[in-house]
């Protein structure tokens, strides 16, 4: 019955070694990720300047959709492309929110 319970001891600590590398691959793929964000975002930046000029809408469903299908096509998971869909709506809403907010801090 002691055999079992080292047994079962050693398997947690296991466990919560494996989970704990698997957060530290986490934490270092969500800097990489927000180090992107930010270069993207430094992007939109110039984007939103240049449609600006070019007195263009900031929100560009069109762009949008062709740019999520895109990536659904390439996406060989285990997102869904329900997913992909979800997580790029979502940067592309910041995106404009952060052009718009922009454009009128430039127009002032």
Do not use: C
């Not at 494996?18 to 964000?37: A, T, Y």
């Not at 060989?76 to 979502?90: A, H, W």
């Amino acid at each position: 019955m002691a055999n079992i319970s080292k047994n079962l001891h050693w398997e947690v600590k296991m466990n919560n070694q494996n989970l704990d590398q698997f957060r530290h691959q986490i934490d270092k793929l969500n800097l990489q990720i927000l180090e992107l964000l930010n270069e993207r975002t430094a992007i939109v930046e110039l984007i939103g300047r240049e449609k600006q000029k070019q007195d263009k809408q900031v929100y560009d469903p069109v762009r949008e959709q062709q740019i999520i299908n895109q990536l659904q096509e390439i996406n060989q998971g285990p997102m869904t492309n329900e997913m992909v869909s979800e997580i790029f709506k979502q940067i592309f809403k910041v995106s404009v929110e952060y052009q718009k907010n922009k454009s009128e801090n430039f127009m002032e």
